[in-house]
């Protein structure tokens, strides 16, 4: 497929910005490509743009996106590190478009107040889709040049910025990695030479401490205790301070340690411990879902991913529970079957269950006893669902919405009451960067992992 730039030049008067956007597809394949389709892949259009400005203004791009994939697709835009300018997207992710549809956002770039004449700026910006993310992208650029104005000819003292405080970094949403790992990152800022982050257990800081001060925009937690844990940065420079970012919330557990929350069970329905550095389901009885809450903060959007096998005989169904409400009067359940390579997504309310997504296959499910990695990503009204890095598909449901916990679910099957799953590098992470999103347990702390089980419809069996 061949590649076309156009390269068009603003005038605005302001300033002149390249801006690099890479989109990547990243969406429901709830449509097959069409075989028809001539020419597959994403379109952002125009290429290239430019633009100017005083120093302390902004500029504003406008670019519009085209699926052309030949599918039903979504695409996330998010800003790359590595610009001394402030950038943002008025976008961060398309939803689902159709085959040919498109539509337009905008890109504002902050021009700093210390900019000197003809100073240039360039700002990459990546989408990556969990589905597909070397397959379809396309990118567009943006440069911004600062130029004199009028103004600063006569009242030169007007232009400087003092004090030459750093604007607040934009801390992104935290990234897991493998065996329980993850890495927490932010956005360079002009004026700042270096930046100091606080970790804090609690979200009224109330034990902040100071994790990482340097120079570098990221910082990796190779192994890290079991629990919560809150992030914000800010910038700093010679003697000035920038004001804090937003808050990142990460609550993560590789279940080394059995004093870290979950409920450990044993009656004549269930077992659930610390086994062997995993948590264990052991069912005893039939006909039941056996449900885990993590023992963690309740919020608004977030993603949460786990990994888990089965040891021995495979059962019904292990996976996903989230959009928990007090004492489990409402969830959604994301379940796998491992021997027939299928999943399917459940919403559990007062009158009962509800099928969001009915059973379908899931090629990259790994059958039998290996660990497959299974993540949902819930933000407001949409779920996606994700087995080991291959996006199932992305639904419209808002029917259980507000501040909600997260868990893990398995089952038997009808005929074998016994089935062992295990489960491990469990992870919640926020999605929104405000403390607004998360609130405390009813008894003043953490939710307790508590346990529950619940009857199995027999009008939903795959």
């Known amino acids: 497929m061949k590649s076309r730039f156009l390269v068009v030049t603003l005038a605005l008067g302001l300033a002149l910005v390249l801006v690099l956007l890479v989109l990547t597809s990243q969406a429901a394949p709830t449509t097959r490509p069409s075989t028809n389709w001539q020419e597959q892949g994403v379109v952002l259009s125009p290429p290239a743009q430019a633009g100017s400005g005083e120093p ?15 599918m039903v697709d979504s695409f996330d835009i998010a800003i790359q590190p590595g610009s001394a300018w402030i950038t943002t997207v008025s976008l ?38 969990v589905a597909s993310p070397t397959v379809y992208s396309a990118t567009a650029t943006l440069t911004t040049t600062a130029i004199r104005g009028l103004l600063s000819v006569y ?9 030459p405080v750093p604007d607040a970094p934009v801390l992104y949403p ?3 990695g493998a065996q329980g790992s993850y890495s927490v990152r932010w956005s360079s800022v002009a004026l700042a030479d270096s930046y100091l982050m606080e970790e804090a257990t609690t979200p009224d800081l109330g034990d902040g401490q100071i994790a990482y001060q340097g120079a570098d925009t990221s910082y990796f937690v190779a192994s ?55 948590y264990r389901i052991l069912s005893k009885q039939s006909g039941y879902f056996y449900l885990l809450r993590a023992p963690t903060y309740e919020i608004q959007n977030y993603a949460v991913e786990v990994d888990a096998h089965w040891e021995g005989a495979s059962g019904n169904s292990y996976g996903l529970v989230f959009g928990i409400t007090p004492g489990f009067g409402q969830y959604y359940l994301f379940e796998v079957n491992t021997d027939y390579h299928l999943y399917r997504l459940l919403r559990r309310d007062p009158s009962g269950f509800a099928v969001v997504a009915p059973a379908s296959d899931a090629p990259p499910l790994n059958g039998g006893a290996g660990t497959n990695r299974l993540k949902v990503v819930r933000q407001d009204g949409q779920i996606t669902l994700v087995v080991n890095g291959i996006v199932m598909g992305t639904w419209n449901d808002g029917a259980i919405g507000g501040l909600t916990g997260a868990g893990i679910v398995s089952s038997p099957y009808s005929e074998s009451p016994r089935s062992d799953a295990r489960f491990d590098n469990f992870a919640v992470v926020s999605r929104d960067g405000s403390q607004a999103m998360m609130v405390q347990g009813s008894s003043g702390g953490i ?8 009857r199995q419809p027999g009008d939903l069996g795959w």
Do not use: C, K
Not at 58 to 67: H, I, K, P, S
């Open 56 to 70: 302390g203004s902004a500029v504003t791009y406008t670019l519009q996106l085209t699926n052309q994939t030949g």
């Open 447 to 454: 939710r307790a992992g508590a346990a529950e089980r619940d």
């Open 155 to 163: 009242l030169p003292v007007v232009r400087r910025h003092w004090p």
């Open 92 to 129: 961060g992710q398309t939803g689902a478009l159709t085959p040919g549809g498109n539509l337009s956002f905008t890109v504002g770039v902050g021009i700093p107040a210390l900019a000197s004449p003809e100073d240039q700026d360039r700002v990459t910006i990546v989408a990556t889709s």
């Open 174 to 176: 935290i990234e897991m």
């Open 224 to 278: 890290p205790p079991p629990g919560s844990s809150f992030y914000r940065v800010q910038a700093l420079n010679d003697g000035w301070a920038s004001g804090w970012s937003e808050m990142r919330f990460i609550f993560q557990d590789s279940f080394g340690n059995p004093a870290s929350g979950w409920e450990v069970v044993d009656d004549d329905y269930v077992r659930t411990e610390y086994l062997g550095g995993e």
